[in-house]
């Protein structure tokens, strides 16, 4: 049985989804069932599941993934000012044979625009966007709107990047995003410190555990105590780095979410590079293929959180393409789960996983 496609177009511009919405030709269920709260940073959720912000991309999908029964929303990254998406394409499938780790990454990945894979398993792909933002004038207002299509229960998370402007520093630019992000509706702050899509030093700002702290500790100043922030990192490769990074950055934050793909040499069947334009020989990998490497990290960081005994929450994202995977990175260390390959090929996840949970609750 061939899997539906996604109901993020790939086949379209990143530009195309942000206008069109979500392809979704289903019904949406009348009543998600969900079991007693958590707590989410504090933040009252009905579960621990959500989605993070690659195909969150405005209001529309915000309020289409709300309905479906995803509790933590994480709206796209944005910036202090406009900033273009990469032309098209921008996901391409990626065939696969077993887990992807940075090790194995040494050979390039053939990218195909279509396939027809017969299960979750078998969707891996790659993205490659570039971080782009609606000037603030557009995304402020799409923010405090997808803030009112938040069901109770549910938490709007803003995705946020600083970049050095002329006369502003990295970490300035990260804070005056933030402060937009709490002005326009967010109920929680995501500072996205890992994308291996960006030409700039904003991508991979996880790996310079100094930096980091730096940034997160000004941000934190900026929008104060009450709002949740989180930062989002990359593939951390041994217990040293995770331990270095979260002693700088655990000061100032409530929670971490690992992680945001894999880099990876992308090459279409001739052997060419398969995204056009300069800079994109490189892009980042996600879905099946990367739970292992993702939980990794989970592993890691939760070591370094209990050795270091800090009230730090842990988010898994990476390769959560099914209910099994939910649990398995919930039993891996992390506190809350999140899905983005795999909810864009089932947008039902969230109602299969809550249907699981009060079947198993039943007596």
């Known amino acids: 049985m061939q899997i539906p496609d996604s109901v993020y177009a790939i086949d379209k511009s990143y530009d195309e989804n942000y206008r069109e919405g979500p392809v979704f030709h289903g019904r949406i269920p009348t009543t998600i069932p969900h079991g007693p709260p958590v707590s989410f940073l504090g933040l009252s959720a009905n579960s621990r599941l959500g989605i993070p912000a690659g195909p969150l991309l405005n209001s529309e999908w915000i309020g289409f993934y709300a309905r479906m029964g995803f509790d933590l929303l994480v709206y796209k990254t944005v910036r202090t000012h406009s900033h273009p998406s990469y032309p098209a394409p921008n996901c391409l499938y990626v065939s696969v044979n077993g887990d992807l780790t940075p090790e194995v990454l040494g050979t390039p990945l053939i990218g195909i625009p279509r396939m027809e894979p017969a299960s979750m398993r078998e969707i891996t792909i790659t993205n490659s966007f570039g971080m782009p ?7 402020q207002k799409d923010v405090e709107l997808a803030r ?11 995705s946020i990047v600083g970049t050095e402007r002329e006369g502003e520093s990295i970490a300035a630019n990260f804070t005056r995003a933030a402060k937009m992000a709490v002005e326009a509706g967010a109920m929680a702050i995501e500072m996205n410190f890992s994308c291996p899509n960006v030409k700039g030093t904003e991508g991979q700002i996880f790996q310079d555990p100094s930096a980091a702290g730096e940034i997160a500790k ?22 040293q780095a995770a331990g270095e990074l979260i002693k700088s950055v655990s000061p100032f934050l409530d929670g971490i979410a690992a992680i945001n793909t894999l880099s990876a040499t992308i090459i279409n069947p001739e052997g060419r590079p398969a995204l056009p334009g300069a800079g994109r020989e490189k892009s980042g990998v996600c879905g099946n293929g990367i739970r292992k490497a993702a939980l990794e990290v989970i592993g890691r960081l939760a070591k370094e959180v209990r050795k270091q005994k800090l009230p730090l929450s842990l988010i898994a994202v990476g390769g959560i393409m099914t209910v099994e995977d939910i649990d398995l990175a919930l039993s891996s260390g992390a506190d809350f789960a999140m899905s983005a390959t795999g909810a864009m090929w089932d947008p039902f996840l969230a109602y299969h996983m809550k249907q699981q949970n009060l079947r198993e609750e039943r007596p």
Do not use: F, N
């Not at 299509?149 to 803003?158: D, F, P, R, S, W």
């Not at 000004?218 to 217990?239: E, F, N, Q």
């Open 218 to 239: 000004k941000v934190r100043s900026g929008i104060g105590t009450k709002i949740p922030l989180v930062a989002k990192v990359g593939y951390i490769a041994s217990d």
């Open 148 to 158: 009112s299509m938040v069901g109770k229960g549910q938490v709007l998370i803003v």
């Open 133 to 139: 933002s609606q000037d603030p004038s557009v995304w």
